[in-house]
């Protein structure tokens, strides 16, 4: 097990040398062995096959808000280098995504929960801060890591028996996952609030909407009518408190925004 562990630490060691980012506003450092132009691609093939398998909305108001909101967005963003595209798709799933380099979907069932402009814009600057904060080439890159433990172990046991390689690869995925991958995951939610209180707050929406926004919501997935959504975007009293404890920050931002837009139109 020792060599194992020493296997192990030489090469996170050489990853961490060649592949350390920092994200935008939060300034933390993390692992990334994917370049933002692989990632890019990998989102326009993601894009094509969201296009292929769902029905865009043919609802003119919701996806003039979205386009409205995200050209704000976007702006607030500034990423020249993103091709965005916003599109609401026809489904009863209150959910929204942004993909590396910038495609955007929202769908349908989203617009029953958000009252205004700026509560929109408070769901999407959370999706677009996933896509600039580069979360899935993090994820990505972490997968890899934890595949070349998986075959350091399958080395450093190599002659023993079945049942033992069998048992110290169940013990090392568990202890990955929740060691590693799970708290990656909750750190990346969290990142993701802020940056969308940021985004929002650039482009002139009111930040506190975000918080009311996610107040709601949070209250909503307690009657299981948004379960699934989130299965991904777990909401608790701490992560509300996260938020609450930026805004100052936001507001900061907000209030020297050029164009004040407060909630912006109603989209009741």
Request: aromatic share 10%; charged share 15%.
């Amino acid at each position: 097990m020792r060599n194992f562990l020493n296997m192990l630490i030489v090469a996170v060691s050489a990853f961490l040398i060649v592949g350390c980012e920092s994200v935008p506003f939060t300034g933390r450092s993390q692992l990334m062995l994917t370049s933002q132009s692989e990632e890019a691609q990998l989102g326009e093939q993601a894009w094509k096959e969201v296009l292929s398998q769902n029905r865009v909305s043919g609802n003119s108001t919701y996806n003039i808000a979205l386009k409205r909101v995200g050209a704000n967005l976007a702006k607030a963003a500034n990423k020249s280098d993103y091709k965005w595209e916003f599109l609401v798709f026809e489904n009863t799933e209150p959910n929204a995504f942004c993909l590396p380099g910038g495609k955007v979907g929202v769908y349908s069932g989203l617009f029953q929960y958000t009252a205004n402009d700026a509560e929109l814009s408070s769901v999407v600057g959370h999706e677009i801060g996933h896509a600039i904060a580069r979360h899935g080439g993090e994820r990505m890159s972490h997968g890899t890591i934890q595949e070349v433990g998986a075959q350091a172990v399958a080395t450093t046991l190599n002659g023993k028996s079945a049942g033992t390689i069998q048992a110290a690869m169940v013990a090392y995925s568990a202890g990955t996952n929740l060691g590693v991958m799970l708290p990656y995951s909750r750190t990346h939610e969290y990142e993701a609030d802020k940056l969308g209180l940021v985004y929002m707050a650039k482009a002139g929406y009111n930040p506190n909407a975000a918080i009311t926004f996610w107040q709601k919501f949070g209250q909503l997935s307690q009657t299981g009518t948004v379960g699934e959504f989130f299965s991904t975007h777990p909401m608790s009293e701490k992560r509300i408190g996260e938020m609450k404890a930026y805004l100052p920050t936001a507001l900061d931002m907000y209030n020297t925004a050029p164009n004040k837009k407060n909630l912006g139109e109603s989209l009741k």
